[in-house]
């Protein structure tokens, strides 16, 4: 496989769809009924100028140089579901209520949507079967058709994506500045040694996060001394569910969906009750069996920070030592 860059760079490695109909007719209408569009604006981050990627693929390599019109593609798809989309230019810091970047490797592309002030991603699809867009067995002569084919479907499901989430966007970024707010009230409990009511806080701010998110991890970094040293709060029943049907689902699955779904369960364990540490630890068994290791050895990590003298706590280090050393 190819190495992962920034599609902006390898703009000439892929086709276009810039019909007025965008890809493959029309588009229906995204965002919220009645009004289109979602009621958020975003910037699409472009690279500097001249800026160009190596790929290797069929046993040689090409140099891809920025092509402006992959960016054109990208910000009508954005400005379709969007009340406003522009382009981040480079050094100009964004305004915007979301940044999108998108990423090519000869196997896919994917489109993510980050919240500027950390950079965390809050939506992200990938589209792309696992054939390259360089087809080895395909003419040269032929390979321009080709990209656009694969592009345009590509495109096409970017966008289908967006409308699927088109209500959930604005929540989730909501989600997010209230835990910005939490996360600040419940430094001030600390700090005043009212520990019992900064855990409180702390888990507010964490339940309303992705774990896989950077502010989770700033977090959840100064709330596990404090959950290891006073008393949990109950583990919710649905968390107890999903860690049960996580784990049934892992032992019955038959293929890398049902496995990934399975694991799905455990993560939604883990952000129902981020203070449970057997949630941790059986999300990172998953992940390691999914050879996801760096997550896994994130979630092992987590176990052992809220249960510090579990009686396998040294076994779990070994096992994170060897995570980081694959």
């Known amino acids: 496989m190819g190495r992962r860059t920034d599609l902006t760079l390898g703009a000439a490695a892929v086709g276009l769809c810039l019909g007025a109909a965008g890809c493959g007719g029309t588009r229906p209408a995204a965002g919220p009924a009645g009004s289109g569009k979602l009621p958020l604006s975003v910037a699409l981050a472009r690279p500097p100028a001249g800026a160009a990627a190596s790929l290797s693929f069929c046993g040689g390599s090409v140099v891809v140089p920025l092509d402006p019109e992959l960016h054109s593609a990208i910000l009508k798809l954005l400005r379709a579901d969007f009340q406003r989309a522009v382009i981040l230019e480079p050094g100009r810091a964004p305004t915007e209520d979301l940044v999108a970047t998108v990423a090519w490797s000869p196997e896919e592309l994917s489109l993510a949507l980050r919240e500027p002030a950390g950079d965390d991603v809050l939506f992200e699809t990938r589209a792309g079967d696992g054939a390259p867009f360089y087809p080895c067995e395909v003419p040269a002569a032929y390979w321009t058709f080709y990209r656009k084919t694969r592009q345009n479907a590509a495109l096409a499901e970017f966008s289908r994506r967006l409308r699927e989430v088109s209500l959930s966007l604005p929540r989730r970024l909501a989600a997010v500045a209230d835990a910005r707010t939490l996360f600040l009230e419940a430094q001030g409990r600390e700090k005043a040694g009212e520990i019992r009511t900064a855990r409180g806080v702390y888990e507010r701010t964490l ?120």
């Open 207 to 326: 339940v309303r996060l992705d774990p896989r998110m950077r502010l989770f991890a700033e977090v959840f970094a100064r709330y596990a001394p404090l959950a290891a040293k006073t008393k949990a709060p109950p583990i919710p029943e649905e968390a107890r569910q999903r860690l049960l049907a996580g784990q049934a689902g892992l032992k019955a699955a038959k293929d890398p969906a049902a496995a990934a779904a399975a694991r799905a369960d455990l993560e939604h364990a883990a952000r129902l009750a981020p203070w449970w540490p057997v949630a941790w630890l059986r999300l990172g068994d998953a992940q390691e069996e999914a050879e996801e290791l760096k997550a896994a050895a994130q979630s092992l990590r987590r176990y052992i920070r809220l249960d510090p003298k579990a009686e396998d706590a040294s076994s779990v280090a070994h096992r994170i030592r060897s995570l980081e050393a694959r």
